[in-house]
């Protein structure tokens, strides 16, 4: 097992038009997720009718450049290496059943490292500053949608424990798969203030 990676090497930024090229780098790397750029569940109805990936690419971008939130970067050394999804639930039309009702609910959807930084609890860093940058943001719970450690899908989502561990509580399920977990955050940010 690889040591983790000590926190004060990382560095976390919001993606947003002036980090878009560094996620477009990411997510354009060797085993970048190229192939759906984030796009599953925040596709409308008339995104989910263009499926190759410079459509995918065109709408996260067009996100970015309006100012929607769409998650956050970790970067090494002044590299990207790392990838979390965190926005308003309201902004991932195809997540859950109720995505439209927003009520300061944060979804955290999707992690990506590079390959060569797995195994190092980059994610748990990843989770940490998420759940942090959606408490500053005016979140009131931040929820996600894990799988359990021998799930054969969603594994891009996270696994149960670690949220369990990062005191995240199951609240319902979405699917076959996948539980809805749930973290109350509301005040937090004035708390740690």
Same mark, same amino acid.
């Given at each position: ?24 780098? %990411?997510?354009?790397?060797? &085993?970048? *997720? ?5 796009? $599953?569940? =925040?596709? +409308? ?27 956050? %970067?970790?970067?090494?050394? &002044?590299? *990207? ?5 965190? $926005?308003? =639930?309201? +902004? ?27 195994? %190092? ?12 940058? $959606?408490? =500053? ?57």
């Amino acid at each position: 097992m690889k040591p983790a990676l000590p926190s004060a090497l990382l560095e976390f930024r919001e993606v947003n038009a002036e980090s878009w090229s560094d996620f477009e780098r %990411l997510f354009e790397s060797v &085993g970048g *997720p190229k192939y759906c750029w984030c796009m $599953a569940w =925040r596709k +409308t109805s008339e995104e989910a009718k263009c499926t190759d990936r410079a459509s995918l690419k065109r709408a996260i971008q067009g996100r970015v450049m309006n100012g929607t939130p769409v998650g956050i %970067l970790g970067y090494l050394k &002044g590299e *990207p290496v790392a990838w979390c999804s965190v $926005a308003p =639930r309201s +902004t991932h039309h195809r997540l859950v059943s109720d995505a439209s009702i927003d009520d300061g609910v944060w979804s955290i959807t999707c992690f990506f490292v590079t390959r060569k930084l797995r195994g %190092l609890a980059i994610i748990k860093q990843l989770l940490a500053f998420a759940t942090s940058h $959606a408490t =500053r943001r005016g979140a009131k719970v931040v929820e996600s949608y894990p799988v359990d450690t021998d799930s054969p899908s969603y594994r891009f989502m996270g696994f149960v424990p670690m949220f369990a561990e990062a005191g995240f509580a199951h609240v319902g399920q979405e699917g076959k798969r996948r539980k809805v977990m749930r973290l109350a955050v509301h005040g937090q940010h004035e708390r740690d203030a």
